[in-house]
């Protein structure tokens, strides 16, 4: 699996930000897909996740009720959709991919086997 970040960039806070996750290698429907971000000094920490067999969604607390994940099968992208941002929000933000499709453990970054190469997203106060 390969994936390709982008969509970074800098916000104003209470901006909104959309992120993309260019997979290929497999189709969608067999690899699960997370979001992760990690500011410099601090651990990597899981967003969202999206679930291969039905698309199911995840989200950690932080990111409920301002993030949507999606993906578009056809086009094996994944989407991260970032509203209301916050200076906290600011850190590089990953997709990475569990190529057997298993459940969306976003406290379990060593589950994901791959990783795209991040793409940072700086939201000013």
């Known amino acids: 699996v390969q994936l390709q970040a982008s969509g ?10 959309s992120l993309s996750c ?9 690899i699960t897909v997370a979001w ?10 899981g967003i969202s996740c999206i679930y291969a067999t039905d698309g199911r969604q995840h989200y950690a607390d932080s990111a409920k009720g301002r993030f949507t994940i999606s993906r578009g099968i056809a086009t094996n ?8 941002l ?8 990953y997709c990475a ?17 791959y990783w795209g190469q991040g793409t940072l997203v700086t939201v000013s106060s």
């Open 22 to 30: 260019a997979a290929s290698g497999y189709s969608l429907r067999h």
């Open 77 to 84: 992208m994944v989407y991260l959709q970032m509203s209301t």
């Open 8 to 17: 970074g960039g800098l916000v104003k806070s209470g901006g909104s930000l």
């Open 36 to 45: 992760f971000r990690q500011v410099p000094g601090k651990e990597r920490e």
């Open 86 to 93: 916050k200076p906290d929000d600011t850190a590089v933000y």
């Open 97 to 113: 991919a569990d190529e057997y499709g298993g459940e969306c453990y976003l406290d379990h970054p060593e589950f994901f086997g």
